[in-house]
Protein backbone atom coordinates (compact mmCIF):
# COMPACT_ATOMS: atom_id res chain seq x y z
CA UNK A 1 0.00 0.00 0.00
CA UNK A 2 1.28 3.27 -0.88
CA UNK A 3 1.11 5.93 1.53
CA UNK A 4 1.62 9.62 0.23
CA UNK A 5 -0.05 12.77 1.50
CA UNK A 6 -1.54 16.07 -0.39
CA UNK A 7 -2.48 18.97 0.76
CA UNK A 8 -4.87 21.45 -1.20
CA UNK A 9 -7.12 24.63 -0.57
CA UNK A 10 -10.42 25.24 0.86
CA UNK A 11 -10.67 27.98 -1.77
CA UNK A 12 -9.92 28.77 -5.23
CA UNK A 13 -6.83 30.45 -5.67
CA UNK A 14 -4.47 32.08 -8.21
CA UNK A 15 -2.77 28.71 -9.52
CA UNK A 16 -6.19 26.55 -9.87
CA UNK A 17 -6.80 22.84 -9.20
CA UNK A 18 -4.10 21.98 -12.16
CA UNK A 19 -1.13 24.05 -10.71
CA UNK A 20 -1.32 26.72 -13.80
CA UNK A 21 2.25 25.36 -14.75
CA UNK A 22 3.31 26.28 -11.07
CA UNK A 23 6.35 24.49 -9.61
CA UNK A 24 5.71 22.44 -6.66
CA UNK A 25 6.00 24.08 -3.54
CA UNK A 26 5.16 27.67 -5.13
CA UNK A 27 2.38 29.21 -3.05
CA UNK A 28 -0.43 29.96 -4.90
CA UNK A 29 -1.00 26.66 -5.88
CA UNK A 30 -4.36 25.39 -5.17
CA UNK A 31 -2.54 21.59 -4.15
CA UNK A 32 0.97 19.53 -3.04
CA UNK A 33 2.45 17.19 -2.04
CA UNK A 34 2.60 17.37 2.09
CA UNK A 35 4.88 14.93 4.66
CA UNK A 36 2.48 12.01 5.51
CA UNK A 37 -0.25 13.52 8.35
CA UNK A 38 0.43 17.11 7.42
CA UNK A 39 -2.09 17.17 4.55
CA UNK A 40 -5.73 16.73 4.17
CA UNK A 41 -5.38 12.40 3.75
CA UNK A 42 -7.24 10.93 6.45
CA UNK A 43 -5.85 7.69 7.04
CA UNK A 44 -7.54 6.63 9.18
CA UNK A 45 -10.20 6.01 6.66
CA UNK A 46 -7.45 3.94 4.80
CA UNK A 47 -6.08 1.93 7.54
CA UNK A 48 -9.83 1.11 8.64
CA UNK A 49 -10.53 0.08 4.54
CA UNK A 50 -7.36 -1.72 4.44
CA UNK A 51 -8.20 -3.82 7.74
CA UNK A 52 -11.61 -4.73 6.64
CA UNK A 53 -9.98 -6.32 3.47
CA UNK A 54 -8.06 -8.25 5.70
CA UNK A 55 -4.84 -6.63 4.23
CA UNK A 56 -1.23 -7.65 5.59
CA UNK A 57 1.23 -6.39 3.11
CA UNK A 58 3.51 -3.33 3.74
CA UNK A 59 2.72 0.57 4.30
CA UNK A 60 4.94 1.80 1.44
CA UNK A 61 6.19 5.63 2.64
CA UNK A 62 6.56 8.18 0.02
CA UNK A 63 7.72 10.92 1.29
CA UNK A 64 7.43 14.36 -0.85
CA UNK A 65 7.25 17.82 0.45
CA UNK A 66 9.14 20.94 -0.75
CA UNK A 67 8.97 22.61 2.40
CA UNK A 68 10.67 20.30 4.63
CA UNK A 69 13.48 19.45 5.03
CA UNK A 70 13.94 15.38 3.78
CA UNK A 71 15.66 13.32 6.51
CA UNK A 72 13.34 15.31 9.57
CA UNK A 73 9.95 14.63 7.26
CA UNK A 74 11.27 11.17 5.79
CA UNK A 75 11.97 9.83 9.69
CA UNK A 76 8.73 11.95 11.03
CA UNK A 77 6.17 9.99 8.33
CA UNK A 78 7.61 6.79 8.85
CA UNK A 79 6.85 7.29 12.53
CA UNK A 80 3.40 8.72 11.52
CA UNK A 81 2.60 5.64 9.46
CA UNK A 82 3.99 3.22 12.51
CA UNK A 83 1.09 5.38 14.57
CA UNK A 84 -2.21 5.12 12.51
CA UNK A 85 -1.63 1.43 11.48
CA UNK A 86 -3.92 -0.55 13.55
CA UNK A 87 -4.74 -3.69 13.90
CA UNK A 88 -8.05 -5.42 13.11
CA UNK A 89 -10.45 -6.63 15.91
CA UNK A 90 -10.27 -10.51 15.19
CA UNK A 91 -14.29 -10.58 16.49
CA UNK A 92 -17.73 -8.77 16.28
CA UNK A 93 -17.67 -6.02 18.55
CA UNK A 94 -20.97 -7.43 20.56
CA UNK A 95 -18.98 -10.96 21.13
CA UNK A 96 -16.49 -9.27 22.73
CA UNK A 97 -19.00 -8.96 25.82
CA UNK A 98 -20.50 -12.42 25.54
CA UNK A 99 -20.03 -14.54 28.46
CA UNK A 100 -18.50 -18.13 28.29
Given at each position: ?????????????D?????????????????????????????????????T????????????????????G???????????????????????????
Open positions: MHMKDASWSKVPIAGVFGGHTEFGTLGRYWDFRSLGHGNIVFEEIIRALNIKYKGPLSVEWEDGGMDREFAKEACEFVRKVDFPASDIAFDAAFEKK
